[in-house]
C-alpha cells in the first residue's frame, strides 16, 4: 500500500459515500478524461460530461430531497468535485460552480424561491454566480451594477465579467446596488435573473489561457425588469450571501486545484519512472526522488486540510471564513508550483501538446485568480490572526 492508498483507507467514507465515490471515478476515468484534451483544444462547452452527470443523479447533491435533490455532505461534494477536476478540470469547476448557486438560494432563499429553482438545478438546469466587475472584483464597494425599485419590479442595469458558464445558464444569481438604499449598512441585494429576460445579453466570450472548455462571458444588463419576487434575503440583504457564497466556493476552488494537482503529479510520476537519460530513469536522480516526495507530502496534507474545512462547513461552524481563504490559497498556489515544475520534469516534451502537462499548467493558473485572489485571500486569513 503506498503512501495515497493508505491516506485514503483512513478517510472513513460510509459504504453509502464509497459507492458515490467508486461511481464518479468510473466516470471521470472511463469518460471525462478521455475527451478532456478535445474539449480543451476546440474550446468546447462539454456537454456530454454535463449531462453524464445529469444522469448520475450528481445534480442535486447540494439540494434536498423534497426539492428533487439527494443532499450529501459538504466533504463528499468537494470530493466529487476533487475526482471529477483530474479528469477534466473545466467540467469540475462548472460543477462546482452550480453548487455555488443552489447552496445560498437553499440558505436564504424562501419557500417559493426553493421551490421555484432548486428543483430546476437538481434535474440539471445550470447556474451562474454573477459578482465581478470591471472596477469591482474583490472590492465590492466599488460595485457599479444597480437595482432600481419600479412598483412590484425592478429595473436592473449594469455589466459583469468574468462570469462562469454565464452564456450558457439558464439562470444568474446577480449581486448589485439597492439605488434608494437608506444609508445603514450594506447597499448590497442578490436577485436571481432568468435567461431569456428583456434587456440581458452576452456581449462577449473571453478567450483565456486555459479552462477554454468552460466558457467565461461578459454580461450586460439594459433596464432589465424583475419582479421583486426575485430577491434573495430581501432588498440590503445581499451581503451575508456573498460572504456565505464565497466561504462555500472557495474549498469547491480548492478542490478543483487539487484535483489538477493530482493529476499533474502521476502524470510526472509516471513520466519519470519510465523515461531514460543514458542509462538511467529520471527518477533515479535524488534530485527529483526529493520533489516527487515533497509534493506526495504537500497533496496529502492539503487533502487533510479540504477535509478538516468541509468538516467544519458540515457541523455549521459560525465562522469557516479564514479556513476557506486558507485552503483555497494552499491547494491553489501548490497547483500552480506542482504543474510548473511537472512541465520542467517533462523537459522539451512538457512543453508541447503532446502531453497533458502544459494544459494542467495552464488550467492551474486561474485557481490562484477566481473566487478572491491568493494576495486577498491571505487579507482574510491575517485579519483573522488579528482580530484575535
Same mark, same amino acid.
Given at each position: 500500500?503506498?503512501?495515497?492508498?493508505?491516506?485514503?483507507?483512513?478517510?472513513?467514507?460510509?459504504?453509502?459515500?464509497?459507492?458515490?465515490?467508486?461511481?464518479?471515478?468510473?466516470?471521470?476515468?472511463?469518460?471525462?478524461?478521455?475527451?478532456?484534451?478535445?474539449?480543451?483544444?476546440?474550446?468546447?462547452?462539454?456537454?456530454?460530461?454535463?449531462?453524464?452527470?445529469?444522469?448520475? +443523479?450528481?445534480?442535486?447533491?447540494?439540494?434536498?430531497? $423534497?426539492? =428533487?435533490? !439527494?443532499?450529501? &455532505?459538504?466533504?463528499?461534494?468537494?470530493? *466529487?468535485?476533487?475526482?471529477?477536476?483530474?479528469?477534466?478540470?473545466?467540467?469540475?469547476?462548472?460543477?462546482?460552480?452550480?453548487?455555488?448557486?443552489?447552496?445560498?438560494?437553499?440558505?436564504?432563499?424562501?419557500?417559493?424561491?426553493?421551490?421555484?429553482?432548486?428543483?430546476?438545478?437538481?434535474?440539471?438546469?445550470?447556474?451562474?454566480?454573477?459578482?465581478?466587475?470591471?472596477?469591482?472584483?474583490?472590492?465590492?464597494?466599488?460595485?457599479?451594477?444597480?437595482?432600481?425599485?419600479?412598483?412590484?419590479?425592478?429595473?436592473?442595469?449594469?455589466?459583469?465579467?468574468?462570469?462562469?458558464?454565464?452564456?450558457?445558464?439558464?439562470?444568474?444569481?446577480?449581486?448589485?446596488?439597492?439605488?434608494?438604499?437608506?444609508?445603514?449598512?450594506?447597499?448590497?441585494?442578490?436577485?436571481?435573473?432568468?435567461?431569456?429576460?428583456? +434587456?440581458?445579453?452576452?456581449?462577449?466570450?473571453?478567450? $483565456?489561457? =486555459?479552462? !477554454?472548455?468552460? &466558457?467565461?462571458?461578459?454580461?450586460?444588463? *439594459?433596464?432589465?425588469?424583475?419582479?421583486?419576487?426575485?430577491?434573495?434575503?430581501?432588498?440590503?440583504?445581499?451581503?451575508?450571501?456573498?460572504?456565505?457564497?464565497?466561504?462555500?466556493?472557495?474549498?469547491?476552488?480548492?478542490?478543483?486545484?487539487?484535483?489538477?494537482?493530482?493529476?499533474?503529479?502521476?502524470?510526472?510520476?509516471?513520466?519519470?519512472?519510465?523515461?531514460?537519460?543514458?542509462?538511467?530513469?529520471?527518477?533515479?536522480?535524488?534530485?527529483?526522488?526529493?520533489?516527487?516526495?515533497?509534493?506526495?507530502?504537500?497533496?496529502?496534507?492539503?487533502?487533510?486540510?479540504?477535509?478538516?474545512?468541509?468538516?467544519?462547513?458540515?457541523?455549521?461552524?459560525?465562522?469557516?471564513?479564514?479556513?476557506?481563504?486558507?485552503?483555497?490559497?494552499?491547494?491553489?498556489?501548490?497547483?500552480?508550483?506542482?504543474?510548473?515544475?511537472?512541465?520542467?520534469?517533462?523537459?522539451?516534451?512538457?512543453?508541447?501538446?503532446?502531453?497533458?502537462?502544459?494544459?494542467?499548467?495552464?488550467?492551474?493558473?486561474?485557481?490562484?485568480?477566481?473566487?478572491?485572489?491568493?494576495?486577498?485571500?491571505?487579507?482574510?486569513?491575517?485579519?483573522?490572526?488579528?482580530?484575535?
Amino acid at each position: 500500500m503506498d503512501l495515497f492508498e493508505q491516506f485514503e483507507s483512513m478517510r472513513h467514507w460510509s459504504d453509502e459515500e464509497k459507492i458515490v465515490i467508486d461511481q464518479v471515478t468510473k466516470l471521470a476515468d472511463q469518460e471525462f478524461k478521455p475527451r478532456a484534451d478535445k474539449y480543451a483544444e476546440n474550446a468546447e462547452f462539454p456537454w456530454e460530461n454535463l449531462n453524464a452527470i445529469k444522469e448520475l +443523479g450528481l445534480n442535486g447533491i447540494c439540494i434536498p430531497e $423534497k426539492f =428533487g435533490g !439527494s443532499q450529501i &455532505s459538504y466533504r463528499l461534494f468537494t470530493e *466529487i468535485a476533487y475526482i471529477i477536476s483530474q479528469a477534466c478540470a473545466a467540467t469540475g469547476i462548472i460543477y462546482g460552480t452550480n453548487s455555488a448557486v443552489g447552496h445560498p438560494i437553499l440558505q436564504f432563499g424562501n419557500e417559493q424561491q426553493k421551490e421555484r429553482f432548486l428543483p430546476r438545478l437538481a434535474s440539471g438546469s445550470l447556474g451562474a454566480l454573477a459578482i465581478t466587475e470591471s472596477e469591482g472584483g474583490s472590492d465590492i464597494s466599488r460595485m457599479k451594477t444597480t437595482f432600481k425599485p419600479d412598483g412590484d419590479d425592478i429595473i436592473i442595469n449594469g455589466e459583469k465579467i468574468f462570469i462562469t458558464t454565464g452564456d450558457v445558464a439558464d439562470f444568474v444569481l446577480l449581486f448589485g446596488k439597492w439605488t434608494e438604499h437608506d444609508g445603514k449598512g450594506s447597499p448590497l441585494t442578490a436577485i436571481v435573473l432568468e435567461k431569456g429576460t428583456p +434587456g440581458f445579453e452576452v456581449p462577449r466570450l473571453e478567450k $483565456k489561457m =486555459g479552462m !477554454s472548455a468552460s &466558457s467565461t462571458a461578459t454580461l450586460s444588463f *439594459i433596464d432589465c425588469r424583475v419582479s421583486k419576487d426575485n430577491v434573495i434575503n430581501g432588498v440590503c440583504g445581499g451581503l451575508p450571501i456573498l460572504l456565505y457564497t464565497l466561504n462555500k466556493s472557495r474549498p469547491s476552488v480548492a478542490a478543483n486545484a487539487l484535483g489538477i494537482a493530482k493529476a499533474a503529479f502521476d502524470d510526472g510520476l509516471e513520466y519519470a519512472s519510465e523515461r531514460k537519460i543514458g542509462k538511467k530513469v529520471v527518477m533515479d536522480f535524488q534530485y527529483n526522488q526529493y520533489l516527487m516526495a515533497d509534493y506526495a507530502n504537500d497533496i496529502i496534507s492539503t487533502k487533510a486540510l479540504l477535509d478538516y474545512v468541509a468538516r467544519l462547513i458540515d457541523v455549521g461552524a459560525a465562522d469557516v471564513g479564514a479556513a476557506s481563504s486558507m485552503i483555497k490559497v494552499k491547494a491553489t498556489d501548490l497547483c500552480m508550483k506542482l504543474t510548473t515544475d511537472v512541465v520542467q520534469l517533462f523537459g522539451g516534451g512538457g512543453y508541447t501538446t503532446e502531453y497533458r502537462a502544459e494544459r494542467l499548467m495552464r488550467e492551474a493558473k486561474i485557481t490562484q485568480i477566481w473566487e478572491g485572489t491568493n494576495q486577498v485571500n491571505r487579507g482574510v486569513i491575517a485579519n483573522s490572526l488579528i482580530q484575535n
